[in-house]
């Protein structure tokens, strides 16, 4: 079958039916009568709630989940092998298309994966521009999560709000990168261009905006009964069970444990800003709403100190033309693209310029042999990029750890023993993106 | 603690450590990983009670073929380090940890999805991001890419291995 996985569904089915059917009878504890055979649904991977195509193979009885198992690998795209084959450069248009919501930190982790190999480091300036559009990042994809869960529960005005907020965002990233999602903007090296003449403005007139938006998502759900009764005391996973299952983000940092790597092993000048890291002890889907909620706050707040540094101007390439990108873009009416300056330049006045700019975009840089893990917070926990070089023009081997990929693990955990209808604001809550998760 | 200081407690109790790049990696032998991992999350100067990562590098022609590499993390001190297991191509196996660290099963399931190599002692060893009828193991780099048949005059557009490649 072309969607596969589907001769493996009846087989699995059919052997948990029969395990149920030979298992001795069951007798309710109150009524003492013989129990109903539970029933096997499949949520997903069809499913407005299921954050794309999550499937959830899940054993009820009535409205009990008594066993749930998480299916994946729909949406696997083979991003992994295809940077074995591409240039190092070009490895940055793949992986930036894995976790579509947080582009800006695929790029980051695995253009800092690149610099380690090659030792380098981008300059102070392009690193000032990789936080910014980072947070900024965070909460376009915190503002997705709060829309789709709100959605999920039944708080549609909240979906309405929060990808209105998130429209503002992505404006400031087509200004920026000429695109809205999957931008490519981060390479190895540092970034490919600097903010556009009217960047500032635009960033900071959001920062003028956001801060009421948020106080008014607070004052539609934090004290709304529907919303407290859907998420308080639901889906709770201590941070034991999450540090077992090797979830990290919000939902660690929601059940008391306060690790962010911003803080505990900081990259791109992290140490130098000055932002909390907001932890909650109450473990279940509420506490990890409020988490959110502020580190949107915080993200703000790393922005604006962002902002102001980029007050000073300096190269956003590294210097060095046997590693940095050679080609100057720049912003038009319908997106990014060679600059006319620097084509003229390559066209007709520099032989030299045009047999580097063929040679760096066609082949690129050699890196040398080694293998690097390097790690970044991504707005779902610990993004991790292993690189191996094999002292070639392309990647040997990367491998992604997404965070999201790991957290889906300990959905049974959270969603075993609860109702049905609470392990959709749980699956919300964990804010899965599956194209991290198949890659 | 720091990379070089972590290399040095770690060659005071295993044999094959290495530093590059400011990051640790320690070579054993399949029958010693459980051991040493159950040692490395013990000692509490080490305590590398989080399992970040766990994936797998193909050496075709070499020995050992494959590299497992496991990627620890200590919450409490807050340092890194990896530890890498080397298989041989005919016998690609190794034992489970699972049971050590549950966050192990899906990355465990995945390296046996693309690559093909066998965690003895897994309790569910399915595919997991292939169709379960998926014939091969893509990862590995002697798997034969494939290209794509098109209805323009038969043409053939040919495995990006064969195509002009930097």
Known sequence: ?439 | MKAAALADRIRGAFDDVLLARDEVTLLVGREELVDTLVRLRDQPDLSFGFLSSLTATDHPGKDPRFWVAYELRSIEHAHRMRVKVGLPGDDPRLPSITALFPTANWHEREVWDLFGLVFDGHPDLDRILLPDDWDGHPLRKDEELGGVGTQYHGAFIPPVDERTMP
Not at chain 1, 353 to 360: E, G, N, Q, R, S
């Open chain 1, 1 to 439: 079958m072309a969607l596969g996985h589907d001769p493996g569904v009846g087989e699995e089915m059919a052997q948990a039916r029969d395990e149920l059917r030979s298992r001795p009878e069951i007798r309710d504890h109150v009524t003492g009568e013989v129990r109903q055979e539970t029933m096997i649904i499949n949520m997903g991977p069809q499913h407005p709630s299921t954050h794309g195509v999550l499937r959830l193979l899940l054993e009820l009885d009535g409205e009990t989940v008594i066993r749930c198992k998480p299916i994946v690998g729909y949406l696997h795209t083979g991003i992994e092998k295809n940077t074995e084959y591409r240039t190092w450069v070009q490895g940055v248009a793949y992986v930036t298309r894995a976790d579509y919501l947080s582009p800006f930190f695929n790029e980051l982790a695995y253009c800092l994966s690149v610099e380690r190999l090659l030792g380098i480091e981008a300059p102070p300036r392009s690193q000032v521009l990789r936080v910014l559009l980072c947070e900024l990042n965070r909460i376009a994809s915190h503002l997705v999560w709060v829309a789709t869960g709100g959605m999920e529960l039944g708080a549609v005005s909240v979906m309405l709000y929060g990808f209105r907020e998130r429209e503002l965002i992505l404006d400031i990233f087509e200004a920026v990168t000429g695109l809205r999602m999957n931008h490519s903007f981060i390479r190895p090296g540092g970034v490919i261009m600097d903010l556009p003449p009217d960047g500032a403005r635009r960033i900071a007139k959001f920062l003028d905006t956001m801060p009421a938006r948020i106080d008014d998502y607070e004052r539609l759900l934090n004290d709304n009964p529907i919303w407290l009764e859907r998420n308080v005391g639901v889906g709770i996973l201590s941070a034991e069970d999450a540090l077992a299952f090797g979830v990290t983000g919000p939902l660690l940092r929601a059940a008391g444990m306060p690790l962010d790597l911003r803080k505990d092993e900081p990259y791109s000048g992290y140490e130098t800003y000055d932002f909390d890291v907001p932890v909650r002890t109450e473990a279940d889907s509420y506490a990890r709403y409020l988490v959110r909620i502020a580190e949107m706050r915080e993200s703000l707040r790393i922005v604006e100190q962002a902002l102001e540094r980029l007050q000073e101007p300096g190269p956003v390439m590294v210097e060095d033309p046997k590693v940095g990108w050679p080609v100057k873009l720049s912003v038009g009416p319908d997106g990014i693209g060679n600059d006319e300056a620097y084509l003229h330049h390559i066209m007709e006045e520099s032989m030299e310029a045009l047999i580097h700019h063929f040679k760096m975009v066609t082949q690129g840089v050699r890196v040398p042999e080694g293998e690097v893990y390097t790690t970044v917070e991504s707005p779902r926990g610990e993004l991790g990029y292993y690189v191996v070089s094999a002292n070639e023009y392309r990647p040997y081997r990367v491998k992604i750890r997404d965070p999201s990929f790991v957290n889906l693990q300990a959905v049974p955990t959270m969603v075993e023993g609860g109702l049905i209808a609470d392990a959709i604001a749980v699956i919300a809550s964990l804010d899965p993106v599956m194209g991290g998760v198949d890659r």
